[in-house]
């Protein structure tokens, strides 16, 4: 007797052009543009075979599978698969557990601003210590899956990055054996975010350039087909990180917040949001979008100054230095993804300066958090919002973390020991003594008075 089909056959999707022109390429083909206009790919569900499942069963199936064991389904991306890329087999997968990470109440700190429902969703507690990892484990996935067709030409996976996508693509490719090549503007990440590619064992690139630069050189190594692009204008990365809000909502016991905040950069995030959230509506899951808020840093705010100025599209600039180092970015690839994301969730686009973001990140940190400086434009750009009234005092919030901090020490080093060009008002210097019990105790009660 015939095996009973896989549940989850029925369900497909493909790349479609972003900009609806015709045509359909399987998801394991190497393409990064629309073949007829060169705009935006996007991945397209069979939405009407995923509706012949009730949201009260996609519901369940997403709690019952939520941070289990039963590979592959204990990650928050995979746990979700029949909406992502549900057509990569079992053995395929190359998985860290992903998502599931935790909402932190943000308690004390929306008691400071008026916000009396301010969550965190902390994105950077991951694998590779940030939110890339939702994507690329779908991305390094499918090139498996199309290795395995004998559908790719390119043997190396590359990207440019500035600092957490190939912190990411490195771990991914280490844990299935795939060649990885980084394209990273020198000098402009972390300490820790060089040393996570090295240790992959991945080829780093250290160009001396800023991350748009590194951009345009690993797109054309890519059309040369002398390497797989794995930034996030493979719209494979998308399917993945849009599983944040889904998980979202399903921490609210499937209710989704009013507002999310999110810091960004090239903007795939704010566009994979918007895909999850809207997947959820469609399917009835949900009842509604919340509305967005596209944190950027000033220094790096082309977004920004489109809306400002009401203008459809995003004029490239050149990005300047930033604290916010994995957001200095000049020429956003998926802005006219985020655009069409910012009109349909009544969003705002919002900026903190270099002191803003820091000082938003020390404050929150004094109230148990500890927050990477992408974290900190999110946060100042919520404090602008609920200063403005625009976030409410009852509004649920949502800031989304992006990053681990741990990554970033020598920010916060620099923060406490007011090395950065920035005004550390909330600084925290250690205090030198010898070991001496009489002036310990006095440093002890000087806490008290
Ligand atoms: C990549 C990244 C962002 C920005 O995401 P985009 O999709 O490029 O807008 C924000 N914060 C951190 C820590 C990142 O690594
Ligand atoms: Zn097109």
Redesign the pocket.
């Known amino acids: 007797m015939e095996p009973p089909p896989r549940d989850d056959a029925a369900f497909s999707a493909s790349f479609r052009c972003f900009a609806g022109c015709e045509g359909s390429f399987p998801l394991t083909r190497p393409i990064y543009r629309c073949p007829t206009c060169d705009g935006l790919l996007e991945v397209r569900h069979d939405t009407a075979a995923l509706r012949t499942r009730s949201a009260a069963t996609w519901r369940k199936l997403f709690d019952d599978r939520y941070k289990r064991t039963v590979w592959p389904y204990g990650s928050g991306v995979w746990g979700k698969r029949e909406w992502v890329a549900p057509e990569v087999p079992d053995d395929l997968i190359v998985s860290t557990d992903e998502g599931g990470t935790n909402l932190f109440w943000a308690e004390r700190l929306g008691k400071e601003i008026g916000v009396s429902d301010l969550w965190v969703k902390q994105c ?1 507690n991951a694998h590779s210590g ?3 990892d939702l994507g690329m484990t779908v991305l390094v996935s499918v090139v498996r899956q199309a290795i395995a067709q004998g559908a790719l030409k390119a043997r190396v996976v590359a990207c440019a990055s ?4 190939s912190a990411s693509l490195a771990a991914y490719g280490a844990a299935c054996g795939l060649p990885v090549a980084v394209l990273l503007p020198r000098g402009l990440v972390s300490t820790a975010q060089l040393v996570q590619p090295l240790a992959h064992g991945a080829t780093v690139l250290a160009l001396d350039t800023d991350f748009d630069g590194c951009m345009t050189i690993v797109r054309e190594l890519a059309r040369r087909e002398l390497v797989y692009l794995a930034n ?1 204008m493979n719209p494979l990365r998308i399917e993945g ?1 849009k599983t944040v809000a889904i998980e979202i909502a399903q921490q609210f016991d499937w209710e989704v917040p009013d507002w999310v905040v ?11 949001l918007y895909a999850g959230f809207k997947m959820m509506v469609d399917l009835g899951l949900t009842a509604r979008l919340p509305r967005l808020c596209v944190a950027q840093a000033e220094n790096a705010n082309p977004m920004y100054r489109a809306y400002v100025a009401h203008d459809e599209t995003v004029a490239s600039i050149k990005a300047k230095r930033s604290l ?1 180092s ?2 200095q ?1 000049g020429s ?1 690839v ?1 802005a006219p993804r ?1 655009m069409a994301a910012l009109r349909a969730m009544d969003g705002v686009v919002e900026q903190a300066s270099e002191d803003e973001l820091a000082d938003a990140c020390a404050r929150a940190d004094r109230t148990g958090l500890y927050t ?1 400086p ?2 900190g434009v999110a946060l100042a750009a919520t404090f602008k919002l609920r200063a403005q009234g625009l976030i409410r005092e009852t509004d649920r919030v949502v800031v989304v973390s ?2 681990n901090a741990l990554k970033f020490t020598e920010f916060k080093m620099g923060y406490h020991d007011r090395t950065l060009a920035v005004e550390s008002r909330r600084a925290n210097a250690p205090i030198l003594l010898p070991p001496d019990v009489e002036q310990v105790s006095e440093a002890i009660r000087r806490i008290a008075s």
């Open positions: 950077g940030s939110f890339k500035t600092g957490d996508t996030s990180q999110l810091p960004s950069g090239n903007l795939g995030n704010a566009a994979a916010a994995a957001i970015i956003p998926s985020a990477c992408h974290t992006t990053a």
